[in-house]
């Protein structure tokens, strides 16, 4: 059984249009029996899900088949029913593949449409799939394959941009530009080093995933409705055949909490809230005031009015987009926190939210996958920026320091040193020996190596620091740091 992701959101996206959502079907399943008259029409379009939860037919499909074969093994079907069943779901499968299933809004949701379908195809056999066996657990499992498939490929999305930014990163290790804090030029840094702040918080949002994957992969199906089932069904047997690492504990949480999905909403806007930051910065970047790098003309959008605009929507809609994803995480949570136990139907409105979730944080970050190759640096730009703001002070500090002088002192003197060259119009490099001397005696003529902006960045060589050479270090332990998680999850 095949756990990957497989065009699920392209074939379900297509089929929406093919959604009766007049529904001309007599068969009203889920009011059979009980119901003297059909929904009114409004309360059908109203309480329907199969409109959108169509994109969870193949793992209802892996569910069901899994069930049935549970169901066979503790005596509860025969295996005659059991390979009809089987049968009559993969030939609903292909044909949702083909598109040519006829989804119905009367008939609710992904699953009622799906079982219909098999008892029209098979007849008895199908009438049987339902034992042991409610919507409630199984609109749970449906969610948690679907969510485990999603979060592998987005881990794979998420590792392909780490390794455009090891590479970007390779190609910088040693370019010089200015360092910011609070957006003033703080220190001299190099490009490289930057990058790899982007692969950590990358790299933590990976291990993020992976572990909130452990919560996603239990096996819900056996709670039934809320309190279980009276039929010996093999839990076990039904959580191997679906890859579930774990099952259940309780059947009434089982059934009512999406806190898996939650998990999962907020990893994604911390993703989301790294890739906006990273947006920010680009866009800046490529503002004329900064100018330190330029992307790719096939990156960039033009402006209807003014010809001479390249402008940078791809980072402005991943900065944008983030809203979304921050509002998926608190409709969630509001969507749970009132619930008494156990299942209740506000949770079909936790769909929408995590579906888009999804599609959003997989376009944003393919979208970063094709965008870091096509950035080119600017160089002298960067190095004519880290020049100006008196970038070296630090080192002029730390250069008393290590003369002797205590660091508040060396603070002060530096200061003072800052205001004269900035009344002179120099740059710290560029005053005089005598001129240095008069905010500290213990100045000698070696300062002037510790001033420049690459003695400043090699001089941070400590394990983390901006040094050229510590980068090309760090580039390798993230080389390997990366495969030892791409390795775990194969
Ligand atoms: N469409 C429903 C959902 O998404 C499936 C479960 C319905 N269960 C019920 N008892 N009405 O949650």
Same mark, same amino acid.
């Given at each position: ?163 455009? @930014?090891?590479?970007? #990163? !390779?190609?910088? %290790? /040693? +370019?010089?530009? $200015? ?39 239990? @096996?819900?199906?056996? #709670? !039934?409705?809320? %309190? /279980? +089932?009276?039929? $010996? ?258």
């Amino acid at each position: 059984m095949t756990l990957r992701y497989n065009d699920v959101i392209a074939n379900s996206r297509e089929s929406i249009f093919k959604t009766d959502m007049t529904s001309k079907s007599k068969m009203t399943k889920p009011r059979s029996g009980r119901f003297s008259v059909p929904a009114d029409a409004f309360v059908e379009q109203f309480t329907q899900s199969v409109s959108y939860d169509q994109r969870l037919y193949h793992y209802d499909i892996m569910g069901s088949i899994a069930h049935a074969c549970m169901l066979a093994k503790v005596g509860v079907l025969t295996e005659e029913e059991c390979s009809q069943i089987v049968r009559g779901l993969e030939t609903i499968e292909a044909e949702i593949k083909q598109n040519k299933f006829n989804w119905d809004t009367a008939l609710e949701d992904v699953h009622m449409n799906i079982e219909a379908a098999l008892i029209e195809r098979i007849g008895d056999a199908g009438k049987k799939l339902h034992t042991g066996r409610s919507r409630n657990d199984q609109v749970a499992t449906d969610l948690r394959l679907y969510l485990r498939a999603e979060v592998e490929a987005i881990c794979q999305s998420l590792e392909n941009v780490m390794l455009t @930014l090891l590479d970007l #990163a !390779g190609r910088e %290790a /040693g +370019t010089i530009m $200015p360092g910011f804090t609070h957006l003033q030029t703080a220190q001299p840094i190099t490009f490289g080093h930057h990058m790899l702040a982007w692969f950590e918080m990358l790299y933590r949002d990976r291990t993020r995933l992976a572990d909130c994957q452990q919560r996603i992969n239990v @096996l819900p199906l056996g #709670a !039934g409705a809320l %309190a /279980g +089932t009276s039929y $010996p069904i093999d839990r076990a047997h039904t959580a191997k055949l679906l890859g579930f690492a774990d099952i259940t504990e309780n059947s009434l949480d089982a059934v009512s909490d999406r806190d898996f999905a939650i998990e999962f909403c907020g990893c994604a806007a911390l993703i989301m809230m790294h890739l906006s930051r990273f947006s920010e910065e680009l866009i800046l970047w490529l503002s004329q005031a900064f100018d330190f790098i330029s992307l790719d003309d096939a990156w960039c959008t033009g402006s209807s009015i003014m010809p001479q605009k390249k402008n940078p929507d791809i980072p402005e809609l991943v900065r944008g987009k983030t809203a979304r994803v921050y509002g998926h995480l608190v409709s969630l949570l509001a969507l749970m926190k009132a619930q008494p136990l156990a299942y209740n139907r506000d949770n079909q409105e936790d769909k929408e939210a995590l579906f888009d979730t999804i599609d959003t944080v997989k376009a944003c970050l393919q979208a970063y996958a094709g965008m870091i190759p096509a950035i080119s640096v600017r160089a002298d730009n960067m190095r004519e920026a880290a020049q100006q703001g008196y970038s070296t002070a630090t080192d002029l500090a730390d250069y008393l320091v290590r003369k002797g002088v205590a660091f508040r002192d060396a603070h002060a003197a530096v200061g003072q040193a800052v205001q004269y060259a900035l009344n002179a119009q120099k740059a710290l490099s560029e005053l005089t020996l005598k001129e240095l001397q008069k905010f500290s005696a213990t100045i000698a003529n070696d300062v002037f190596a510790c001033l420049t902006l690459e003695g400043s960045v090699a001089a941070r060589k400590h394990f983390g620091g901006t040094a050229p050479a510590q980068v090309k270090a760090a580039i390798q332990r993230g080389r390997k740091r990366l495969e030892q998680i791409m390795v775990k999850k194969e």
